[in-house]
């Protein structure tokens, strides 16, 4: 009678975490790589598309006059008063739904209903109701904002295991102490993904909201260059938007790794 041989299943592969040294590297060449592509197709001929060299001409030019600064400070201060407002109220109305069942009730049909209008469309009613002042810009910002947010907050508190719960009851500790300890920080993945998708909503209105008798900001300069086929302004207002919301990203990302530190990581 011949054995049979038993092997011991093998132990699951080890994700290898990517070395930062690395990651820089493969970042730089993505855009060397983004760069190069651009170039080529700018010089095979495809109509009006404006290479980096002369995207780059334009830049310098409106460093040079101030108009870029003050074009972005005006659209930093749209996006970052409507995002922080946004979150603010999000955050407390998100958890108030999670928490309470009847709150969910009362709120959910709305913040759901409003979930299904596009910001932009709220544009002439805000101009109806609010003037062509700020208010109207950081409104639809703001809103923007919010209804990201709050329903990722929602839906954190609803994901918390309810045997960690359970466990704390357990040990008697109230429901206050349950929601601060185990409700808020397991929460908060889940609200900083919300915060993230939020200020790309908030950026992504901007333009849009800048449509409202605005005199300065990135999305008015883009507005204004085609009306007289400026491309490369255009490119710089474009390329000046996705630096602003990727170091903002940023920002988020490096928020979240030090409040949620005993998360696991891949």
């Given at each position: ?51 980096p060299v002369e ?54 049909p709305y913040v ?61 500790a109230s429901d ?91």
């Amino acid at each position: 009678m011949t054995a049979a041989t038993v092997t011991e299943p093998s132990a699951a592969p080890r994700r290898r975490r990517p070395r930062p040294g690395r990651t820089v590297v493969l970042n730089v060449t993505a855009v060397i790589a983004g760069l190069a592509l651009w170039t080529g197709l700018s010089v095979s001929g495809i109509t009006g598309l404006t290479g980096p060299v002369e995207v780059v001409r334009r830049g310098a030019e409106l460093i040079a006059d101030g108009t870029l600064l003050t074009d972005v400070l005006a659209s930093l201060r749209r996006v970052f008063t409507g995002f922080v407002l946004g979150t603010v109220l999000a955050i407390p109305v998100g958890f108030l739904m999670g928490w309470y069942a009847t709150a969910r009730a009362l709120i959910e049909p709305y913040v759901q209903f409003f979930r299904t209008i596009p910001p932009l469309a709220i544009i002439p009613l805000a101009i109806l109701l609010m003037g062509i002042g700020e208010t109207p810009k950081v409104f639809v910002i703001f809103l923007a904002a919010f209804l990201s947010s709050v329903v990722s907050t929602f839906q954190g508190v609803l994901d918390v295991d309810k045997t960690l719960i359970n466990a704390a009851r357990v040990l008697g500790a109230s429901d206050r102490t349950i929601f601060m300890k185990v409700v808020v920080p397991a929460s908060t993945p889940f609200i900083i993904v919300g915060m993230r998708v939020g200020l790309g909503a908030a950026w992504g209105t901007l333009v849009a909201a800048e449509l409202i008798a605005a005199q300065e900001g990135l999305g008015y300069r883009m507005q204004q260059a085609q009306l007289y086929y400026d491309l490369p302004t255009i490119f710089v207002g474009l390329i000046s938007i996705g630096v602003l919301g990727l170091v903002m990203d940023r920002l988020l990302l490096l928020a979240e790794r030090r409040l949620t530190g005993w998360q696991e990581r891949r």
